[in-house]
């Protein structure tokens, strides 16, 4: 997409949410002076301009194939996949999100008090999301790209010292449906991310940021739950089996 000097910063957050952290970046007020175009705003030189637009492109046009068949991974990569894709998400947006739910529940909390109730969830999932990416991260994909590992090098299977890699399995899942509930209550509180007509932009962009956060721990999690802990299960049992033969 080819975005022109001219075009209304407002009417570009609305259109494309993401922009937003362009702006922020940049320290240009999308909200309260969203009714200026990009060349009213970027008036320092022609050449911040031009950067702006280019960084503004650069965000509308980012996309990432959906055809990937993440079924005919090896463990080990998809576990590093999980980490660095969908793990480093979870932490960044987190940031991202929390000061725009800070802002709106200052500007709009009296009007507005379920904004208060959706910030208290986030900020639960994010304390509780935090603990558990970290106790993957120590105990779980190790243990994962061990046993890959292992296998790869024809060596046998010791085991773990819990018993078996489905307890900590089990422990995430449960984890993972908690904080399934907790994001389709924000999704109810906020009527599933519809800002209200008189709502300004910053309203509108944090809950389009809100609802990619939960449409990613979706897939997040699926990819958790249906790919990879199935497989390290079997995995695990295939190698018991091979080590008492």
């Given at each position: 997409?080819?975005?022109?000097?001219?075009?209304?910063?407002?009417?570009?957050?609305a259109?494309?949410?993401?922009?937003?952290?362009?702006?922020?970046?940049?320290?240009?007020?999308?909200c309260?002076?969203?009714?200026?175009?990009?060349?009213e705003?970027?008036?320092?030189?022609?050449d911040?301009l031009?950067?702006?637009i280019?960084?503004?492109?650069?965000?509308i046009?980012?996309?990432e194939?959906?055809?990937?068949?993440?079924?005919?991974?090896?463990?080990?990569?998809?576990a590093?996949?999980?980490?660095?894709?969908?793990?480093?998400?979870?932490?960044?947006?987190?940031?991202?999100?929390q000061?725009?739910?800070?802002?709106?529940?200052?500007?709009?909390g009296?009007?507005?008090?379920?904004?208060?109730?959706?910030?208290?969830?986030?900020?639960?999932?994010?304390?509780?999301?935090?603990?558990?990416?970290?106790?993957?991260?120590?105990?779980?994909?190790?243990?994962?790209?061990?046993?890959?590992?292992?296998?790869s090098?024809?060596?046998?299977?010791?085991g773990?010292?819990f018993?078996?890699?489905?307890?900590?399995?089990?422990?995430m899942?449960m984890?993972?449906?908690?904080?399934?509930?907790?994001?389709?209550?924000?999704?109810?509180?906020?009527?599933?991310?519809?800002?209200?007509?008189?709502?300004?932009?910053?309203?509108?962009?944090?809950?389009?940021?809100?609802?990619?956060?939960?449409?990613?721990?979706?897939?997040?999690i699926?990819?958790?739950?249906?790919?990879?802990?199935p497989?390290?299960?079997?995995?695990?049992?295939?190698m018991n089996?091979?080590?008492?033969e």
């Amino acid at each position: 997409m080819k975005i022109k000097e001219n075009q209304i910063i407002g009417e570009l957050v609305a259109q494309h949410y993401k922009v937003a952290r362009v702006f922020k970046k940049h320290n240009i007020d999308f909200c309260c002076k969203g009714n200026r175009t990009l060349d009213e705003a970027c008036q320092t030189s022609p050449d911040y301009l031009k950067t702006v637009i280019e960084e503004l492109e650069a965000e509308i046009n980012q996309t990432e194939s959906a055809t990937i068949d993440f079924q005919t991974w090896p463990l080990d990569l998809l576990a590093d996949y999980i980490e660095k894709k969908h793990h480093r998400y979870v932490q960044e947006k987190t940031i991202e999100i929390q000061p725009y739910l800070n802002k709106i529940c200052n500007v709009h909390g009296a009007q507005h008090p379920e904004l208060i109730e959706i910030k208290k969830l986030f900020d639960e999932a994010a304390g509780e999301l935090a603990a558990h990416m970290k106790k993957e991260e120590l105990i779980l994909f190790p243990i994962v790209r061990k046993m890959v590992k292992k296998q790869s090098e024809g060596q046998s299977w010791e085991g773990v010292h819990f018993g078996t890699v489905q307890n900590p399995i089990q422990m995430m899942m449960m984890e993972h449906e908690t904080e399934g509930d907790r994001f389709a209550k924000i999704a109810t509180l906020s009527n599933n991310y519809t800002p209200p007509k008189e709502a300004c932009n910053t309203y509108a962009v944090t809950f389009a940021l809100l609802q990619e956060f939960e449409d990613d721990l979706h897939l997040h999690i699926h990819l958790e739950n249906n790919i990879l802990f199935p497989k390290a299960v079997v995995l695990e049992q295939n190698m018991n089996k091979t080590t008492i033969e």
